[in-house]
């Protein structure tokens, strides 16, 4: 993919797109195309996110990096495009649906579980359950038990290993915001996914627990997790991610090195100058 862009004088291109030449991609999004009304959030916009990988998307505010996220996940109904976990496409289907084929996503703003602990919260996690289908309460309980109590271990070994687990009664609504993105970490991989989607992990977090992050994020990418994230916070990404993927309008810029994406003046002229002329994209 290769372009070169006008929108009202300006030119931010050409636009490369992103290396869609993996050898082994966890997560592939083909011509994603999204709009509003008037505004075209995202504009046909590919990628693919290698197994085993920490990708990063980056971008000025108004890229379209939050609306692509929604897109793969399925929160948002495409306008067109495909996309496809570890070969199946996933297009269409429901969030719920997706995190089943090993899609698993968070938030920017943690979503606050009301009513119950930090323990319930975790278990809302694995997928799936015995005991979220009537029969089997019938006719396996034991096998329903067993399961149960094999997820409260993985989910009290999580919060161990996040160093919260004093937290494990403590009700979900009492979280500060960085305990909360803790939490939501933790449950997303409960779930044993093949690709998990972080929104900015460390947005309003202190400097001591976006360290804890970040090295968090590494121990599990050591033990073969995939993570493809957006994050504003430049020198947290940069030092984490590689490659990264960047967005510009709604379409992909380029991607790179951490050293390619800093050094390239695209990058620095859509840093400098697309935030002012970004039209209300997320």
């Known amino acids: 993919m290769s372009s070169d862009r006008d929108d009202g004088g300006d030119t931010f291109g050409p636009y490369d797109g992103a290396n869609l030449d993996k050898s082994d991609p966890v997560l592939r999004a083909e011509g994603m195309q999204k709009s509003f009304g008037g505004l075209v959030a995202t504009d046909d916009a590919s990628l693919a996110v290698e197994r085993g990988s920490i990708t990063g998307m980056i971008g000025p505010n108004g890229a379209g990096k939050s609306t692509l996220f ?43 579980l009301e009513g119950m602990t930090v323990r319930e919260a975790m278990l809302v996690g694995p997928r799936p359950q015995r005991g979220e289908s009537v029969w089997p309460l019938f006719l396996s309980p034991g096998k329903v038990r067993d399961e149960e109590r094999a997820n409260l271990a993985r989910a009290e070994e999580l919060l161990e290993r996040f160093e919260i687990s004093h937290l494990i009664d403590e009700p979900s609504t009492d979280l500060s915001g960085g305990q909360l993105k803790l939490v939501e970490l933790a449950r997303g991989i409960t779930t044993n996914p093949d690709i998990l989607l972080l929104d900015e992990p460390v947005a309003g977090v202190n400097p001591t627990l976006a360290n804890d992050i970040k090295r968090f994020i590494r121990e599990l990418n050591e033990e073969g997790q995939t993570f493809l994230i957006i994050e504003h916070d430049m020198p947290f990404i940069m030092d984490l991610a590689d490659p990264i993927i960047v967005l510009d309008q709604g379409s992909v810029l380029m991607e790179g090195t951490p050293e390619q994406v800093r050094s390239d003046q695209r990058v620095i002229d859509a840093y400098l100058g697309g935030a002012a002329t970004d039209g209300g994209r997320e």
């Open 70 to 112: 929604n897109l793969i996940s399925g929160f948002y109904d495409a306008d067109g495009g495909q996309v496809f976990v570890d070969g199946e496409e996933v297009s269409g289907m429901s969030p719920h649906q997706i995190s089943r084929h090993g899609l698993v996503r968070t938030f920017q703003t943690p979503r606050r």
